[in-house]
């Protein structure tokens, strides 16, 4: 199984320099291309301090110019918020300006938040069944003189330019979480990413058995694999790794309230959560992340890694957007590297 890394620009408080914070993603991005990692994964989002990424190819292109040997990846394009000739394009080119290193991930979208904005109207399943007329077209269109009539996007015959450098194409990821869209994927020759978020190992485990039974339903041409993004910290003793589950409590209280986009938001950050509201919400739990994170000892965390393995998932991403201060990033991924990398090597 390979190991990577998944990361965005996160700002908790305005009084954040924003100058800083880009440094400090450049920076673990460097030290995770240094250490051997194999790729690193960052997304798009929009309007959301919690997350800045408003175009995940900028992104990767300056990683590339930093970096010599991961792979980089979108995790993901918001399929509904790109129209398909301008993703391949953008794809071609973040690829030819790589030197071939792209890997595409696609999604649906999470965030109503989002879609209130840039689409209004737009539901989950409108934004699922762009993805899905998507993914096709954009494949498509590397092939070139292609034209599209869908029930989304209409265009006369077309040619991406310019051409990716990995050929036929960059690979495609699919974020999946329910049957259909791993049949989707497998029959679209796509690999997988998966987010169980702070769920346990039952919902790990019915993840890759839904990618398992597609492929084996769809046997697609050539052999597709499956990527786990999950949370996780390199703790030096167990009081530390007490205090990341803490932490990524506090960090999984404020994405739930992203996600339901019922509390007011001011310059991009959301209306601060109180301890008392912290702890009332018993959906998440400093004991739930601890338990069901890979957060813990460098044993502790290749002993769960190995299940992961075991179970039958490709890759590893390690999910390192917390709000934790950069120093505690830097030394968990620094832990992660050097103690729990050679143990799947």
């Known amino acids: 199984m390979k190991l990577s890394l998944f990361i965005h620009m996160e700002r908790i408080s305005a009084d954040e320099p924003q100058e800083q914070l880009y440094q400090e993603m450049m920076s673990l991005c460097e030290i995770a291309d240094q250490g051997g990692l194999h790729a690193i994964w960052t997304g798009e989002h929009h309007g959301m301090n919690f997350t800045m990424a408003p175009n ?203 996600f339901k986009n019922e509390r007011p938001v001011s310059q991009g950050l959301i209306a601060p959560l109180s301890e008392e509201e912290i702890a009332a919400n018993t959906y998440y739990s400093a004991e739930i992340m601890r338990r069901n994170l890979a957060i813990g000892s460098a044993e502790e965390v290749i002993s769960r890694l190995k299940r992961y393995e075991a179970l039958g998932y490709d890759e590893f991403s390690l999910w390192i957007d917390s709000g934790m201060s950069f120093a505690r990033k830097k030394a968990s991924l620094q832990r992660f590297i050097e103690r729990v990398l050679p143990a799947f090597q």
């Open 56 to 258: 995940p190819f900028i992104n990767l292109v300056d990683i590339a110019h930093r970096t010599k040997n991961v792979r980089l990846g979108t995790g993901t394009v918001i399929a509904p918020f790109s129209h398909p000739i301008k993703l391949a394009g953008e794809a071609a080119m973040t690829d030819l300006v790589t030197g071939g290193r792209l890997e595409l991930g696609i999604a649906r979208g999470a965030y109503s938040y989002e879609y209130e904005r840039l689409m209004p109207g737009l539901t989950a399943w409108e934004a699922g069944q762009r993805m899905r007329e998507l993914v096709p077209a954009v494949k498509a269109l590397w092939q070139g003189d292609y034209a599209h009539q869908g029930e989304f996007w209409q265009f006369p015959a077309t040619t991406c330019t310019p051409q990716p450098k990995q050929q036929p194409h960059p690979p495609i990821w699919v974020a999946a979480r329910d049957p259909n869209s791993h049949e989707f994927a497998v029959k679209n020759g796509c690999n997988v990413q998966v987010t169980p978020l702070h769920q346990g190992e039952e919902e790990i485990e019915r993840l890759v058995t839904c990618f398992k039974q597609a492929c084996h339903e769809y046997k697609p041409e050539q052999p597709l694999k499956i990527m786990l993004l999950q949370h996780g910290y390199v703790a030096e003793d167990d009081a530390d790794a007490d205090r990341a589950a803490v932490e990524l409590n506090r960090f999984y209280n404020y994405f739930g309230a992203w």
